[in-house]
């Protein structure tokens, strides 16, 4: 890292009475400048990076297009010299990567774009995951994550508009939800029965039918089971008369037992008899901060504390535990309920630290203080503070009392998350705690058009100039994005590229609204801390820092083939040859030899579209080996932490910006056609369009091809790498894991395509001929699925054919099922009375014991993605003749603009057709350190 990028790199070692400073040309081994120069040179040797992607709008629809810019920071907030290549992944709710991508990266730089095909994308919530291989060192929380909600454009779906209610009466929770179904052009669908489902999660609680009245209004009631922990409540309701036309309805009831309330003392203990603040956060079934009050209470039952939220479920109070005694918190939710929650345990000895950070103050205050067994036995202490990953301030200290007192000049921080630590002789952390620095630096963005309002169809420029806290000119890499205010509603309080570099990316966990907290108020700023008290426990591992640094993920500079050649003992085989066959668009030969731990590495190979590489180990003779080939691939990352929040879907109480972008972009990409491709639309090259393809060797009953869906094997190939359960779930319609009753009425979790249960039949040959079913073992033949499709790749797949009608499935259900089969999935009722299948078509054609090959790996890497161009329409001639309708949302979207030696540049644009007010946000940095964002307003009339 570039220590010179910070200018605040001051180590200040302080000596007050009973200080002793420690600085020396040769550190001693324990003293606070040996301790410092540790932890840099740890820190150095493994920088992190951080990652933000500049989205052109919040939402989407099927077809649409998903415009981005990407900024590759290092710790320092310079741009990062780690890695030059970013995957992007596209990840639907069932978190199955479906779509992934990699972009080269430049100088910290790269933008992108994403289309939002239906063959792979349906309508639910999507999560953009951003990362870099070098990334991947520090766990998936460091990641770059963007949740969207991506709608069908209102085709075969309702309007709903909800009232969820839930009352407790005799220790049972009822739950009634007031509902009114209209469809998108604003009729009322009156007098329908509509069969309805409610869902905790992926567990069916009821089904019912119902019929809606005459203005489509319907009031559903249920009771919840005894003991049902709610997990994303949901409704779903289905038209009997038009089954294709459903909506999914989530039921947010926030129970006082599903409310998770949870408290964190400043040092990580309550200690008896020293004074702490905590902190406290409660969130609800969504995942969301719920707002509440109440008090704290000792065993006594004397009140010691009150809790008022401040923002987002989260507060402070301060409390001064007393030894023997107990703390209970009792809090009033927003809709009157009561909930009791015990307060952490005391401990008897130990040693705290506080933080008093103001916000217009000029310098923090620590306090340290100690127990009685503790305090005046002279023990040292250091106290360390960093910033991006530096120590910018260190101090060594006598604790000759029961506390210390000191104060550290904010100026010695750069704006950002601080991190104070303080550490006993032994360089073990004893407490920590994180606080906010603001010196009002970030870069100063104006935004400004050359009038008041534009008409429609006019020249619109966009003035942009940056400076920075003194005023002075700044040259950096911006991008820009205008919005429709009629169709596209931005959140303020979203994340941006300063809410991302210098807050959430160093926080654990979902941040609601991370933008809000950089707000200059008190309000804002007490947040702030509880924030950083809440979900700001860094836990930093000291004892890394005495250890030689071995990161395991290497960064990427550009694409290599690196694997390795094992004999059939698994052990390296050494001086190998190891030959790479290219092979598509392009073809060339290269070979190497494996080192002495049997790896093999190739380099500077051009990129290139749509390629297959086969990779093979030979001996000296030039014959294939007795043993395995493997390769170090990146294209699939498991998902370790799912997306804590779910998104309400468009249609659910939504609101007229939203529904007027829905109205107008279906409208938009016929006409986007026209614009871009004449007559009525884009024509295409005369091609024979089969219904269903035919996978070459498959053993589909009713002949190759005769399913209900085909997953071709081009989309196999596309997969790589990932599993064949990734595929499915991600490709196949209906697909989802849930549950059943067997004959014995036990329930356990099996795999469904919609409301039937999966045969998974390979080339002919249905698994569950191989299973032998334990008894008592919970879930196990859907272990046993789960075994097989976890182990078989994509790549080995010719192709899937789908059996899901009772025309492509009879066959299937005649040679595969006996009649105890039949017996049994008859006793199980309705769920369970019939099965659907998915012949899988092999590429060794062996079934289910498939083999691979071992001294041959065929490797299909991620293509590199190269950016496309915006359609930006123009306009020259004015009042010239329509020839199509220009109903854009993202009115302009310009991914990359630098600003000239005096901090100018200028973007200009088309207006489009309808009277509106234009959102222009213009972010980015200049890539040394400093970060800026900034909105505008334009005006067509």
Same mark, same amino acid.
């Given at each position: 890292?570039?220590?010179?990028?910070?200018?605040?790199?001051?180590?200040?070692?302080?000596?007050?009475?009973?200080?002793?400073?420690?600085?020396?040309?040769?550190?001693?081994?324990?003293?606070?400048?040996?301790?410092?120069?540790?932890?840099?040179?740890?820190?150095?040797?493994?920088?992190?990076?951080?990652?933000?992607?500049?989205?052109?709008?919040?939402?989407?629809?099927?077809?649409?297009?998903?415009?981005?810019?990407?900024?590759?920071?290092?710790?320092?907030?310079?741009?990062?010299?780690?890695?030059?290549?970013?995957? @992007?992944?596209?990840?639907?709710?069932?978190?199955?990567?479906?779509?992934?991508?990699?972009?080269?990266?430049?100088?910290?730089?790269?933008?992108?774009?994403?289309?939002?095909?239906?063959?792979?994308?349906?309508?639910?919530?999507?999560?953009?995951?951003?990362?870099?291989?070098?990334?991947?060192?520090?766990?998936?929380?460091?990641?770059?994550?963007?949740?969207?909600? $991506?709608?069908?454009?209102?085709?075969?779906?309702?309007?709903?508009?909800?009232?969820?209610?839930?009352?407790?009466?005799?220790?049972?929770?009822?739950?009634?939800?007031?509902?009114?179904?209209?469809?998108?052009?604003?009729?009322?669908?009156?007098?329908?029965?509509?069969?309805?489902?409610?869902?905790?999660?992926?567990? @069916?609680?009821?089904?019912?039918?119902?019929? =809606?009245?005459?203005?489509?209004?319907?009031?559903?009631?249920?009771?919840?089971?005894?003991?049902?922990?709610?997990?994303?409540?949901?409704?779903?309701?289905?038209?009997?008369?038009?089954?294709?036309?459903?909506?999914?309805?989530?039921?947010?009831?926030?129970?006082?037992?599903?409310?998770?309330?949870?408290?964190?003392?400043?040092?990580?203990?309550?200690?008896?008899?020293?004074?702490?603040?905590?902190?406290?956060?409660?969130?609800?079934?969504?995942?969301?901060?719920?707002?509440?009050?109440?008090?704290?209470?000792?065993?006594?039952?004397?009140?010691?504390?009150?809790?008022?939220?401040?923002?987002?479920?989260?507060?402070?109070?301060?409390?001064?535990?007393?030894?023997?005694?107990?703390?209970?918190?009792?809090?009033?939710?927003?809709?009157?309920?009561?909930?009791?929650?015990?307060?952490?345990?005391?401990?008897?000895?130990?040693?705290?630290?506080?933080?008093?950070?103001?916000?217009?103050?000029?310098?923090?205050?620590?306090?340290?203080?100690?127990?009685?067994?503790?305090?005046?036995?002279?023990?040292?202490?250091?106290?360390?503070?960093?910033?991006?990953?530096?120590?910018?301030?260190?101090?060594?200290?006598?604790?000759?009392?029961?506390?210390?007192?000191?104060?550290?000049?904010?100026?010695?921080?750069?704006?950002?998350?601080?991190?104070?630590?303080?550490?006993?002789? &032994?360089?073990?952390?004893?407490?920590?705690?994180? =606080?906010?620095?603001?010196?009002?630096?970030?870069?100063?963005? %104006?935004?400004?058009?050359?009038?008041?309002?534009?008409?429609?169809?006019?020249?619109?420029?966009?003035?942009?100039?940056?400076?920075?806290?003194?005023?002075?000119?700044?040259?950096?890499?911006?991008?820009?994005?205008?919005?429709?205010?009629?169709?596209?509603?931005?959140?303020?309080?979203?994340? &941006?590229?300063?809410?991302?570099?210098?807050?959430?990316?160093?926080?654990?966990?979902?941040?609601?609204?991370?933008?809000?907290?950089?707000?200059?108020?008190?309000?804002?700023?007490?947040?702030?801390?509880?924030?950083?008290? =809440?979900?700001?426990? @860094?836990?930093?591992?000291?004892?890394?820092?005495?250890?030689?640094?071995?990161?395991?993920?290497?960064?990427?500079?550009?694409?290599?083939?690196?694997?390795?050649?094992?004999?059939?003992?698994?052990?390296?085989?050494?001086?190998?040859?190891?030959?790479?066959?290219?092979?598509?668009?392009?073809?060339?030969?290269?070979?190497?030899?494996?080192?002495?731990?049997?790896?093999?590495?190739?380099?500077?190979?051009?990129?290139?579209?749509?390629?297959?590489?086969?990779?093979?180990?030979?001996?000296?003779?030039?014959?294939?080996?007795?043993?395995?080939?493997?390769?170090?691939?990146?294209?699939?990352?498991?998902?370790?932490?799912?997306?804590?929040?779910?998104?309400?879907?468009?249609?659910?109480?939504?609101?007229?910006?939203?529904?007027?972008?829905?109205?107008?972009?279906?409208?938009?990409?016929?006409?986007?056609?026209?614009?871009?491709?004449?007559?009525?639309?884009?024509?295409?090259?005369?091609?024979?369009?089969?219904?269903?393809?035919?996978?070459?060797?498959?053993? &589909?009953?009713?002949?190759?091809?005769?399913?209900?869906?085909?997953?071709?094997?081009?989309?196999?190939?596309?997969?790589?790498?990932?599993?064949?359960?990734?595929?499915?779930?991600?490709?196949?319609?209906?697909?989802?894991?849930?549950?059943?009753?067997?004959?014995?009425?036990?329930?356990?979790?099996?795999?469904?395509? &919609?409301?039937?249960?999966?045969?998974?039949?390979?080339?002919?040959?249905?698994?569950?001929?191989?299973?032998?079913?334990?008894?008592?073992?919970?879930?196990?033949?859907?272990?046993?699925?789960?075994?097989?499709?976890?182990?078989?790749?994509?790549?080995?797949?010719?192709?899937?054919?789908?059996?899901?009608?009772?025309?492509?499935?009879?066959?299937?259900?005649?040679?595969?099922?006996?009649?105890?089969?039949?017996?049994?999935?008859?006793?199980?009722?309705?769920?369970?009375?019939?099965?659907?299948?998915?012949?899988?078509?092999?590429?060794?054609?062996?079934?289910?014991?498939?083999?691979?090959?071992?001294?041959?790996? $065929?490797?299909?890497?991620?293509?590199?993605?190269?950016?496309?161009?915006?359609?930006?329409?123009?306009?020259?001639?004015?009042?010239?003749?329509?020839?199509?309708?220009?109903?854009?949302?993202?009115?302009?979207?310009?991914?990359?603009?630098?600003?000239?030696?005096?901090?100018?540049?200028?973007?200009?644009?088309? %207006?489009?057709?309808?009277?509106?007010?234009?959102?222009?946000?213009?972010?980015?940095?200049?890539?040394?350190?400093?970060?800026?964002?900034?909105?505008?307003?334009?005006?067509?009339?």
């Amino acid at each position: 890292m570039h220590h010179k990028i910070l200018t605040f790199k001051l180590l200040i070692l302080l000596n007050f009475a009973g200080m002793m400073a420690m600085a020396q040309s040769q550190p001693a081994p324990g003293s606070i400048n040996n301790l410092v120069g540790k932890i840099n040179a740890y820190n150095d040797a493994l920088p992190v990076e951080k990652l933000y992607l500049h989205f052109d709008k919040p939402y989407y629809s099927i077809g649409d297009t998903i415009w981005f810019k990407g900024y590759l920071m290092n710790q320092a907030i310079g741009y990062s010299q780690q890695s030059n290549r970013l995957y @992007v992944e596209l990840v639907n709710d069932s978190n199955a990567v479906v779509k992934r991508f990699v972009f080269p990266v430049a100088i910290g730089i790269t933008w992108g774009n994403i289309a939002l095909s239906g063959m792979y994308v349906h309508e639910g919530s999507y999560t953009v995951r951003a990362y870099t291989n070098w990334m991947r060192n520090f766990g998936d929380d460091y990641f770059f994550k963007q949740t969207f909600y $991506i709608n069908n454009e209102g085709y075969d779906t309702w309007m709903v508009n909800l009232k969820p209610a839930i009352t407790s009466v005799a220790g049972k929770d009822n739950v009634k939800v007031a509902m009114q179904f209209n469809s998108l052009d604003g009729q009322t669908a009156g007098l329908r029965t509509m069969q309805m489902k409610v869902l905790n999660g992926k567990k @069916v609680l009821f089904r019912n039918a119902a019929q =809606t009245a005459a203005d489509g209004s319907m009031d559903v009631d249920f009771s919840l089971p005894p003991q049902t922990t709610l997990k994303n409540l949901s409704i779903i309701a289905q038209d009997k008369l038009d089954t294709k036309r459903t909506a999914l309805i989530p039921i947010s009831v926030n129970r006082p037992q599903d409310i998770d309330l949870q408290f964190m003392p400043e040092s990580g203990h309550l200690i008896a008899g020293l004074p702490a603040r905590v902190g406290f956060k409660a969130i609800g079934e969504d995942g969301k901060g719920v707002d509440l009050q109440g008090s704290v209470f000792d065993n006594d039952g004397i009140e010691v504390a009150r809790l008022t939220t401040f923002k987002y479920g989260m507060g402070t109070f301060d409390i001064a535990p007393q030894e023997g005694k107990t703390y209970t918190a009792k809090v009033t939710l927003a809709n009157g309920d009561q909930k009791t929650v015990q307060l952490p345990a005391l401990a008897r000895s130990g040693v705290i630290l506080r933080v008093k950070n103001n916000r217009t103050a000029d310098s923090i205050v620590v306090n340290v203080y100690a127990t009685a067994d503790i305090a005046g036995q002279g023990n040292k202490y250091n106290l360390i503070g960093m910033a991006r990953n530096v120590v910018c301030y260190g101090a060594s200290f006598g604790l000759n009392s029961s506390s210390f007192k000191v104060t550290i000049a904010k100026n010695l921080f750069p704006t950002g998350i601080a991190h104070l630590m303080l550490v006993n002789v &032994n360089n073990q952390p004893v407490s920590e705690r994180l =606080t906010y620095i603001d010196h009002h630096d970030n870069l100063k963005i %104006a935004v400004k058009s050359d009038a008041s309002s534009y008409a429609a169809r006019d020249s619109v420029p966009v003035h942009v100039n940056v400076v920075d806290e003194t005023g002075k000119p700044v040259r950096g890499s911006f991008s820009m994005a205008v919005t429709d205010d009629s169709q596209v509603k931005q959140d303020e309080y979203a994340d &941006n590229i300063t809410s991302r570099m210098l807050l959430s990316a160093d926080l654990k966990g979902y941040v609601e609204d991370p933008a809000y907290y950089l707000q200059e108020t008190d309000e804002a700023w007490h947040a702030l801390d509880a924030l950083l008290l =809440t979900q700001g426990w @860094v836990g930093y591992d000291l004892k890394k820092i005495d250890q030689p640094v071995k990161p395991t993920f290497e960064a990427e500079k550009s694409f290599e083939v690196k694997g390795s050649v094992t004999n059939l003992f698994n052990k390296p085989m050494v001086n190998s040859n190891v030959l790479l066959l290219a092979t598509g668009k392009q073809h060339f030969i290269r070979d190497t030899t494996t080192n002495a731990q049997g790896k093999f590495v190739f380099t500077r190979i051009p990129p290139i579209d749509s390629v297959t590489y086969v990779l093979s180990a030979r001996n000296a003779h030039g014959k294939t080996v007795n043993g395995g080939v493997s390769v170090d691939d990146q294209s699939h990352i498991a998902i370790n932490s799912p997306n804590p929040v779910s998104l309400k879907p468009w249609n659910v109480n939504t609101d007229s910006t939203i529904l007027n972008y829905i109205r107008s972009n279906k409208k938009y990409q016929v006409e986007l056609d026209k614009a871009q491709y004449g007559t009525t639309g884009r024509v295409l090259n005369a091609v024979n369009i089969h219904d269903r393809a035919a996978i070459r060797g498959s053993q &589909n009953l009713n002949g190759a091809g005769n399913s209900d869906q085909v997953i071709t094997e081009e989309e196999m190939v596309n997969a790589g790498k990932a599993s064949l359960l990734d595929v499915i779930t991600s490709k196949v319609k209906g697909f989802r894991t849930g549950f059943y009753k067997d004959s014995t009425k036990q329930t356990n979790l099996t795999y469904f395509i &919609n409301d039937k249960r999966v045969h998974f039949v390979f080339d002919g040959v249905d698994v569950d001929r191989f299973y032998e079913p334990t008894t008592g073992i919970a879930n196990e033949h859907y272990e046993f699925h789960k075994q097989y499709l976890d182990y078989i790749s994509a790549e080995d797949v010719l192709g899937i054919e789908v059996l899901y009608s009772s025309r492509a499935n009879a066959l299937y259900n005649e040679a595969n099922l006996t009649t105890d089969d039949l017996l049994a999935a008859t006793a199980a009722g309705p769920v369970g009375a019939d099965y659907a299948y998915l012949e899988i078509t092999t590429r060794a054609g062996s079934g289910p014991n498939l083999q691979r090959a071992t001294s041959i790996y $065929i490797y299909r890497p991620v293509a590199l993605t190269f950016p496309k161009q915006f359609y930006t329409p123009r306009y020259p001639v004015k009042g010239a003749p329509h020839k199509y309708a220009d109903l854009r949302s993202t009115i302009h979207w310009m991914p990359s603009f630098v600003t000239d030696k005096d901090g100018n540049a200028t973007v200009s644009f088309y %207006a489009a057709d309808k009277a509106a007010n234009y959102s222009v946000i213009v972010q980015g940095s200049d890539m040394n350190g400093k970060v800026g964002y900034q909105t505008g307003k334009v005006t067509v009339k």
